[in-house]
């Protein structure tokens, strides 16, 4: 016969696991913090490739690869 001891471990146990693995109400939270950081991802990226840096160095890069001589 199992003690007290043991008897709360394995419930501890089951809990826990049951916990890890359950996933009610998670899938539109993670949908949604993912669309969040996207679109502020996007929001980051397009205002660094707009810039006038970022600009203007692709288009020195593009106007050397265009003038090398063979």
């Known amino acids: 016969m ?3 001891t043991e008897s709360v471990v394995r419930e501890l146990r089951s809990r826990l ?3 890890a693995v359950a996933e009610d ?3 539109t939270a993670e949908y949604a913090i ?3 950081a996207a679109a502020a991802f996007g929001a ?3 205002t660094v ?3 006038d840096s970022i600009v203007n ?3 020195k890069i593009i106007d050397k690869a265009l003038n090398t001589s063979m």
Do not use: D, K, R
Request: charged residues 0%.
């Open 34 to 36: 993912g669309t969040v």
């Open 57 to 59: 160095a692709l288009t």
């Open 17 to 19: 696991i049951l916990a």
């Open 25 to 27: 109400g998670m899938s």
């Open 2 to 4: 199992p003690t007290v």
């Open 44 to 46: 980051v990226l397009y």
């Open 49 to 51: 490739v707009t810039g």
